[in-house]
């Protein structure tokens, strides 16, 4: 065997096996599964891991933006006109966040924070000073008292003497500051004086800066990469006891600052809120692409706030039987101390429509008013947030409280708030760096195939060079012929004579002796 033909054969060899190891491998998902158990034992919530840094202190800014309902018919309303809004804002205020006393327990399968939150304003990006701008919007101390006294029409009626003594109203007119931050209300004010549990200054955002929403437990996703980030405890407290049924009160999911990575499109992202007091749901809407990072976008959809009619999961969230909202909102009076608060999406969005169309000044727009998450589906991380919601408060007829009577059961809209989130570029290219790794570690085996096609070409162009040479050498040439026929030009021979042509001795070319004669 030649050296020619042992290298054909050696090539040959080679192309072979790169294509069995490396179709193999695709088939098998061997590099792929390696990546990813890799993955699962990175991302988890334990000191010196891939996330825990970032978990505790979220790098990303975080904007949160406030958007009030200005009252603008308030005597109408009261005559039983259909009320108008303009929404003024945004207000918006930086949002710093981190986890606070991180402790590992249960031996370190566990890991305990309470998350802490403190805002600063930003006036670059608001319509206006808080401190100066004036909104004339619903009295929400005023309603919270009268719907404690729903049921009893002499305690109503004395209440509502003695709001007005103190110039209490349906409505009032504070600065963005004290309706966010905090003011002394004056009927609050009054009810302390004989209450002391009763606090008398109310803000929709008041003892929220700077605070925490109590002790969580998480898993650290050691035992098992989808619990990752998952609730178990808050407050000391598995599940919450505000709502009527098993099923609702549970505490599901994530509290939405971490989520397992590896996710899937078919799947629910439960996230628990302290804000609505229950656990929501969120399923995949579409795929998306944020600095170059692609992204699976979850949107909570329309069943999440559905009516018990639409969806009977949700009847346990209902307070009574009466007490039934409509889809699209949720009512939080049993953790937010009996007042007539409802919650739903900016604008009524997902929401029925008779919402919308009961106030002037309602337009529900996907774009501004969806909530949604987009997660890098490999790694879970969120690259871009939008937690949209909105702060409402159920106005109807109290009896002992006169003023109510040409009321119409309203949902009235306060103010909505934007919370939200892009990743910053440094962790943009952090994550860009592990999912290159992660791409070229799970493509090794189509890398394996190529190399392999590419032998394929090379040992199929020598073969066919081989044997091209061989028909070559196997064919035979002739570069003369058998018989030549003589021409007048072609002499192989030279005269011996320089005699002319008729000298009668010689021939035309060879001269001739004769023969001598015998002598006796």
Known sequence: ???????????????????????????GQVFRTVMHERLKKEIVLVEGSRVFDSWKTPPPPVYMEFFFFNVTNVNGFLQGEKPEVKQIGPYTYREYRYKDNVSMVENGTKVSAYNTKSFVFLRDKSVGDPA??????????AWAVMNKLRDSFWKASLMSVMMGSLGGDFFTTRTVDELLWG???????????????????????????????????????????????????????????????????????????????????????YIFTPDLCRSIYMEFEKDVEVKGIPAYRFTPPRSVLASKEENPANEGFCISP????????????????????????????????????????????????????????TTGVIVRANKRAQVNILMNRVPGFPKTKPLNETVFPVMFLNESVTIDDASAARVHKLLLIVTVVSNFPL???GLGAIMLAVFILLLYRARKQKNEVERIVFTKPLYATSTED???????SDKDKDDSHNGTYIGLTPKAEPQD
């Open 1 to 27: 065997m030649t050296r020619r033909s042992c290298a054909i054969y050696a090539v040959g060899v080679i192309c072979a096996s790169l294509l069995v190891v490396g179709i193999g491998l695709i088939v």
């Open 132 to 141: 100066v701008d004036n909104i004339t919007t619903v009295n929400i101390p």
């Open 183 to 269: 003011y002394e209300d004056p009927l609050l004010a009054y009810i302390a004086a004989s209450k002391p549990d009763v606090e008398k200054v109310f803000g929709l955002m008041y003892k929220k800066n700077g605070t925490n929403d109590g002790e969580f437990v998480y898993h650290t996703g050691q035992q098992n990469y989808m619990d990752y980030g998952r609730v178990e405890t808050w407050k000391g407290e598995s599940k919450v006891n505000f709502w009527t049924s098993e099923q609702s009160n549970s505490i599901n999911g994530s509290d939405g600052s971490a989520f397992h990575p590896l996710l899937k499109k078919d799947e629910r992202l």
């Open 322 to 377: 009466k007490e039934c909202l409509g889809t699209g909102l949720l009512k939080v009076s049993p953790c937010r101390k009996g007042a007539p608060v409802v919650a739903s999406f900016p604008h009524f969005h997902l929401a029925d429509s008779k919402y919308a169309s009961a106030i002037k000044g309602m337009s529900p727009q996907r774009e501004h008013h969806q909530t949604f998450l987009d997660l890098n589906p």
């Open 447 to 449: 890398i394996i195939v």
């Open 490 to 496: 072609d002499k192989s021979y030279s005269p011996v």
